[in-house]
């Protein structure tokens, strides 16, 4: 009887087992846009071919945003949205300490010069909006090449390992200075072009349109860096006048959104080169502004003003950040890219 009964108590033991084993078994995947409810495999294919890979793609966009570029009904885009929004858990506040851990992905690309490394903490964020300003010349454009270049470096080496994406509006890019500066840092240029991707935008609309299209491509990419150089160039030649400054400033205010939500979706850096204007009437200061208004103002995370200085440097001002001080720092722009 004793027998039977150690039988009968090893046999009760073993549904206990598999039971610590059912509670070890891995946590489910994260849910994509196949698993919103009411989004069929050609709803899923609509919105992957208009750039929409993930749940945070979809619940940042508005009902008519959505409609338009994925081909919906308004009606069935407000429902995809709101599904979307309650699955990717954004709906809500969070506290500030679960923030502070998201902001743990956030990184920072050095632009390989201690003194502009130090100005902005480390080197230039992702998710966020980076807006270089200054006169022709200052160096707004040499800035974005040697970012371009180091963004295709390792994490390691103080780059993001990425693909780069170059709206070019002015025809200021050059692949000569690319090479240039890959060489200045020992990388081989071919590999470095080759993650460089640059499309010429004739128009503001046209420039809004290569943004869209930024979004359908960065399927399969890891895409960590958007430069628009300049991004004011076309909506100041095209909206002249008081009268068209309103159209012109919410137009740009779309496009400023659109790249804020690439930044945001794919943990990148979007730096932005702004042209200046002279006030003559100003009295007292700098009569040197941005183009822009309170719009660009606004929409930047940090603000970079480059100015000349003699004997070939330049000077870079730190004039708007949520978190740094404002400071100065002094750079040169050599043949093999920017230097201390």
């Not at 009904?73 to 998201?102: D, H, P, T």
């Not at 299209?213 to 991004?231: A, C, F, T």
Request: glycine share 8%.
């Amino acid at each position: 009887m004793a027998t039977k009964s150690k039988t009968d108590e090893s046999k009760a033991e073993e549904p206990e087992e598999e039971h610590i084993m059912t509670m070890e078994e891995p946590l489910e995947p994260e849910p994509t846009i196949d698993d919103l409810p009411g989004v069929g495999p050609a709803t899923a294919e609509k919105l992957r071919e208009a750039g929409f890979e993930e749940l945070l793609a979809v619940a940042v966009m508005s009902a008519g945003d959505l409609a338009e570029q994925a081909e919906l009904g308004e009606a069935v885009a407000g429902k995809i949205i709101a599904a979307a929004k309650k699955m990717a858990n954004i709906g809500g506040f969070v506290s500030g300490a679960a923030l502070l851990e998201r902001r743990r992905e956030v990184m920072k690309l050095s632009s390989m010069v201690q003194s502009i490394d130090d100005l902005m903490a480390g080197g230039f964020e992702t998710q966020a909006l980076v807006e270089v300003y200054g006169e022709f010349g200052s160096g707004k454009t040499q800035i974005g090449h040697q970012l371009a270049v180091n963004c295709t470096m390792s994490i390691e080496e103080g780059g993001l390992d990425g693909d780069v994406f170059y709206i070019d509006t002015e025809d200021t890019f050059r692949p000569e200075r690319i090479t240039q500066m890959a060489r200045g840092r020992g990388l081989d240029p071919e590999a470095v072009l080759e993650r460089i991707h640059v499309a010429r935008a004739y128009n503001s609309a046209h420039q809004m349109l290569l943004a869209e299209e930024i979004k359908r491509m960065s399927k399969g990419r890891n895409i960590k860096m958007i430069i628009v150089d300049s991004l004011t160039s076309h909506y100041r030649a095209e909206y002249i006048g008081r009268g068209m400054l309103a159209n012109r400033q919410q137009k740009l205010n779309r496009h400023l959104k659109d790249l804020k939500q690439l930044a945001d979706v794919n943990n990148a850096l979007v730096l932005v080169t702004n042209q200046v204007q002279s006030k003559p009437d100003a009295m007292w200061g700098d009569p040197t502004k941005p183009i822009g208004g309170h719009v660009l103002a606004h929409a930047s995370t940090f603000r970079l003003y480059l100015r000349k200085a003699k004997g070939g440097r330049r000077i870079a001002r730190l004039v708007d950040s949520p978190n740094l001080p404002d400071g100065e720092c002094v750079y040169q722009v050599t043949e093999e890219g920017l230097r201390d």
